[in-house]
């Protein structure tokens, strides 16, 4: 009688036979096997251990009386060759995949010069400290902030109250509704105004021409007037209208007096040029005025008392220094004027006397003072 995996030579005589080849398939076996990290990292593709390991086994156990035919064989390594081939695609285009993440970041350089619209509501808590988030108030209303983690949940509400019209910073301490501080990361604001009739969603956008890109723990941000902003919370491109204006370069304006609206201050090695901070008011009122620098966060603040406002042109010296007394950083600072009427005006003017490059940006020298201007912000030119 014969029976699978065995020849029956008589009743004596009684012989196993092995596979045709077993030696060899076992040699082929051990060829494929892998330490544990490269077996763990080949199972998260196809399954090539597993198809490897199935092949073996098929032909270690086949009936030695009936093996299987060549032409079967050639077919299941062809599976297995198409196998490494998908592997090795697979492989190509996750290179692919990483290469175009790190080019668009790169392409952020092509946005220069170009008007942007983005979704200006994110912030950056790094070693416990948050970013500076900021809102327009068109009207006075009652104001609620969300803010939320980068999967949506909800981790803090402010709620600042009934706010008049004007520019609001988010004022945020980097703790959870808890108390407890939230862990370091990427958040988003939003920011609900009621005006009587319920609370509803405030735009949180910002639309600007594209000054240069600054890279901040290795990822790029837009500078939109010393306003960061990250490219992919763009929503809308355009080239910026070509008039007298943007159609100047820097050389343009020399010796041409122009108007701005409100100067920057350059720290550089620790002196700071610039003249004092300028603003215009129609009658006495309180005023708040804001240093930022240039990733938007308020280095120092001061308000003043209508009784120490006056009619007509008030000049504040700054004089380098954060709200704690000690020297800022090198760097290029704006400032904000903030009126109880919310008409408090900044527009300065001057002959430009000279182009100032600093971390690959042009800026005006202008005005008696030599004041640094955004070209930007030039307003007119006589």
Do not use: C
């Amino acid at each position: 009688m014969i029976k699978k995996g065995h020849i029956n030579k008589g009743e004596d005589d009684m012989t196993t036979v092995n596979a045709t080849g077993n030696a060899s398939l076992a040699k082929l076996a051990d060829s494929y096997k892998t330490n544990d990290t490269e077996k763990k990292k080949e199972e998260d593709y196809l399954g090539r251990e597993a198809f490897l390991k199935m092949l073996v086994a098929q032909l270690q156990n086949q009936d030695p009386l009936n093996p299987m035919e060549g032409s079967d064989f050639s077919a299941q390594l062809a599976q297995f060759s198409s196998l490494e081939q998908l592997i090795n695609v697979n492989k190509s285009v996750e290179s692919m995949a990483a290469a175009f993440e790190k080019s668009s970041e790169t392409d952020a350089s092509t946005l220069i010069g170009k008007e942007v619209t983005g979704n200006a509501n994110s912030l950056d808590v790094t070693s416990g400290e948050p970013s500076i988030g900021r809102y327009t108030l068109p009207k006075e209303a009652d104001v609620m902030v969300k803010i939320s983690d980068s999967e949506g949940n909800v981790v803090r509400t402010l709620y600042p109250g009934q706010q008049t019209k004007g520019d609001y910073k988010i004022d945020w301490d980097g703790k959870d509704n808890g108390g407890s501080v939230v862990a370091d990361g990427a958040y988003t604001y939003e920011v609900l105004a009621n005006t009587g009739s319920g609370y509803a969603t405030l735009p949180t956008t910002i639309t600007g021409k594209v000054d240069g890109v600054t890279y901040q723990n290795g990822k790029a941000y837009l500078d939109i007037g010393g306003v960061l902003l990250s490219p992919d919370s763009i929503i809308k491109v355009a080239d910026v209208k070509a008039d007298e204006k943007t159609s100047m370069t820097a050389l343009d304006y020399l010796g041409k007096d122009i108007s701005y609206s409100g100067h920057l201050f350059s720290v550089q090695g620790g002196e700071l040029s610039g003249s004092g901070i300028q603003f215009e008011l129609e009658n006495q009122e309180d005023v708040v005025i804001e240093v930022i620098d240039s990733q938007g966060n308020v280095v120092n603040s001061v308000e003043l008392t209508a009784e120490n406002t006056a009619v007509g042109k008030n000049t504040i010296n700054w004089d380098g220094t954060d709200s704690s007394g000690n020297a800022v950083s090198d760097g290029v600072y704006s400032y904000s004027v903030k009126s109880a009427s919310g008409k408090a005006k900044s527009s300065e003017s001057g002959e430009v006397t000279g182009i100032k490059y600093i971390n690959g940006t042009q800026y005006l020298v202008a005005g008696d003072n030599s004041d640094l201007v955004n070209i930007a912000s030039v307003t007119g030119i006589e």
